[in-house]
């Protein structure tokens, strides 16, 4: 299947982050978890810091791996597919913020936003994107994002201003680590296929998949599809497939009241008894029973 770019754009992270009169998502201290992840396979069109506050989790970025413990602070470029698991079923608290590349540039025509910042928007993960609690600079870097922290949580316009100021600074210092951008890496096929499979997953959930329909959207034998699958997402198709369409169920039981049997088949059951079976499994209570508990 052939993908083109405006696809891709069309099928990212939903969410909003922030306003415009304010482009910045603040998600403070976070905890919780589905199904092993703290957060599902994902990309956004704006940069994300995540600071690590207590416990470990495991941060996947294109495709490279990196267990992030308590001090760990890292930059995600634009456009990165990520995700992150949790650690034998260990507990993580970590904070978030999504914030537009529009929010920290000044003028294009500024010497800063063409020899960093600009290639910082367009570039893949690497090394110098990370602060680990024993680097040098990374004391200087959990003082200001703790600074930060305080900034976001009272958000009037003057903490607004502070928090640009301060997530400048941040910025900084990881480019004080960079001595150069490193060349494009080049496995965006790899990265490419992950996207278009979960973009096919999200828009077909609802629908009779079979192993062979999403093997074909990348034109790979299933052998071949379940391989690249599982050395992606380190789980079956069919397993990331189950755990969506029950995500999308809790969803639909939390916020509307629709006949169960209704929410099975917009999930992609047809048989009402087998989806409550693999929702009691996958949650531990009958659909029923976690519709009650979030009424």
């Known amino acids: 299947m052939k993908m083109i770019q405006n696809e891709f754009q069309r099928f990212q992270e939903p969410a909003v982050h922030g306003t415009p009169a304010f482009p910045v998502g603040w998600y403070p201290r976070l905890t919780s978890s589905w199904q092993g992840y703290f957060f599902v396979p994902h990309w956004h069109e704006e940069l994300e810091l995540i ?19 308590p001090g760990t602070i890292v930059l995600l470029p634009p456009g990165v597919l990520h995700t992150s698991y949790r650690i034998d079923q260990s507990f993580c608290r970590f904070s ?8 920290l540039s000044g003028g294009q025509e500024e010497a800063a ?24 600079r990374s004391a200087g870097a959990d003082y200001l994002f703790k600074q930060l922290t305080v900034q976001l949580d009272e958000g009037s316009c003057f ?32 990265e490419m296929r992950e996207k278009a499979i979960l973009i096919f997953m ?7 998949l079979q192993l062979a329909d999403l093997a074909a959207t990348l034109n790979l ?24 369409r029950i995500q999308k169920a809790c969803q639909l039981l939390e916020s509307s009241d629709l006949p169960i049997a209704v929410i099975a088949e917009q999930c992609g059951y047809d048989n009402g008894n ?22």
């Open 51 to 69: 600071y690590i506050e207590e416990g470990r989790m495991e941060l996947v970025v294109q495709n490279q791996s990196r267990i992030l413990i």
């Open 96 to 103: 978030c913020v999504v914030f537009s590349e529009l929010w």
């Open 113 to 136: 936003y063409k020899e960093l910042l600009a290639p910082l928007f367009a570039a893949d993960f690497s090394d110098w994107l990370l602060l680990a609690p024993d680097d040098a």
């Open 159 to 190: 903490n607004q201003l502070a928090a640009k100021g301060l997530m400048l600074q941040l910025v900084a210092v990881f480019f004080s680590k960079r001595s150069a951008f490193p060349e494009k890496r080049g496995n965006r096929l790899r």
């Open 202 to 208: 999200e828009e077909h959930y609802s629908e009779s």
């Open 221 to 244: 034998s299933k052998e071949q599809f379940s391989r690249f699958f599982r050395e992606s997402f380190r789980c079956s198709p069919m397993q990331y497939l189950t755990a969506l």
């Open 274 to 295: 087998y989806f409550a079976k693999v929702f009691l499994h996958q949650m531990g209570s009958s659909p029923s029973d976690f519709r009650k508990t979030k009424k």
